[in-house]
C-alpha cells in the first residue's frame, strides 16, 4: 500500500519555541492532506484539511496562526506548532488522499511533550 | 451532532472467537467506508473498505457487512487473534470530506 512519513515521531520541546512536524507521502502524489491530533483515549480530532498550493481549511476552534500548515507540494505537508506552550502536548497524526483515491493513508504520529 | 457513531467503547473476546465490531453513521451523503486499526503511539492502518454500491466485502479474516437502509456497518474478524488487540476505527466519507467515528477499543484474550 501507499506509504506516508511523518517526522519527528516524537519531540520535547521548552514552552514557548516552535516545532515543525513534515508529512510525506513516498510512492504517490497527495492532493490533499490531513492533519489530526490524538487525546488519549479519543478519536482522531481533525484539525485541517491542506491542498496542494492552497491555504488549509482549518476546523472550527481550531486557532490557524498557531498550527500552520504549509502543503507546498504534492509531497509534502508540515504542521508548525507554533510557540508551544504544555497543553498542545499530544498526539499529531497526518493522513493522505491520492489524487482521485477514496483510501485515506496515516503516518506513524508524532508525540509532542512540551515542557 | 455524531455523524459517524461508535457505540462500544470497548469489545473483549476470547482467541479463536468472532469479533463483531459495530459503525453507526446518518449522513446520506457519505458513499465509502473504511475501517481502520491503531496501536498506541501509531497511526492509524488501513484494514478495509466498502463501497455503498456493495453490501459485503472480505479479505482474509475480515469482513465488512453494510446495511444502508440502516445506516449501520459492522466489521467481523473471524478468527480473533491477540495481535488483533487494538483500537478499531470506522469512517465514512464522501469527496474529501472524512469522518470518524470515536473507535472501540478490542482486546483479545488468550
Known amino acids: 500500500g501507499a506509504v506516508v512519513s511523518q517526522h519527528p515521531s516524537w519531540v520535547i520541546c521548552k514552552s514557548g519555541t516552535s516545532v515543525k512536524i513534515e508529512c510525506r507521502s513516498l510512492?504517490?502524489?497527495?492532493?490533499?492532506m490531513f492533519w489530526y491530533r490524538q487525546f488519549p483515549k479519543q478519536s482522531l480530532m481533525l484539525m485541517a484539511t491542506?491542498?496542494?498550493?492552497?491555504?488549509?481549511?482549518?476546523e472550527q476552534g481550531v486557532e490557524k496562526d498557531k498550527f500552520l500548515i504549509n502543503h507546498a507540494s504534492l509531497t509534502l505537508s508540515t504542521l508548525t506548532v507554533t510557540s508551544a506552550h504544555p497543553e498542545d502536548s499530544s498526539f499529531y497524526i497526518c493522513?493522505?488522499?491520492?489524487?482521485?483515491?477514496?483510501?485515506?493513508?496515516f503516518g506513524s504520529g508524532t508525540q509532542l511533550s512540551v515542557l | 451532532d455524531q455523524q459517524v457513531k461508535q457505540n462500544s467503547p470497548s469489545l473483549s473476546v476470547q482467541e479463536g472467537r468472532i469479533s463483531i465490531l459495530n459503525c453507526d453513521y446518518t449522513?446520506?451523503?457519505?458513499?465509502?467506508f473504511l475501517w481502520y486499526k491503531k496501536y498506541p503511539a501509531e497511526g492509524p492502518t488501513f484494514l478495509i473498505s466498502?463501497?455503498?454500491?456493495?453490501d459485503k466485502n472480505e479479505d482474509g479474516r475480515f469482513t465488512v457487512f453494510l446495511n444502508k437502509s440502516a445506516k449501520h456497518l459492522s466489521l467481523h474478524i473471524v478468527p480473533s487473534q491477540p495481535g488483533d488487540s487494538a483500537v478499531y476505527f470506522c469512517a465514512a466519507s464522501y469527496g474529501q470530506n472524512f469522518v470518524f467515528g470515536p473507535g472501540t477499543r478490542l482486546s483479545v484474550l488468550p
Open positions: 466498502i463501497s455503498s454500491i456493495k
Open positions: 510512492d504517490f502524489q497527495a492532493t490533499t
Open positions: 493522513s493522505a488522499q491520492q489524487g482521485g483515491g477514496e483510501k485515506l493513508f
Open positions: 449522513n446520506s451523503m457519505f458513499d465509502y
Open positions: 491542506s491542498n496542494e498550493g492552497s491555504k488549509a481549511t482549518y
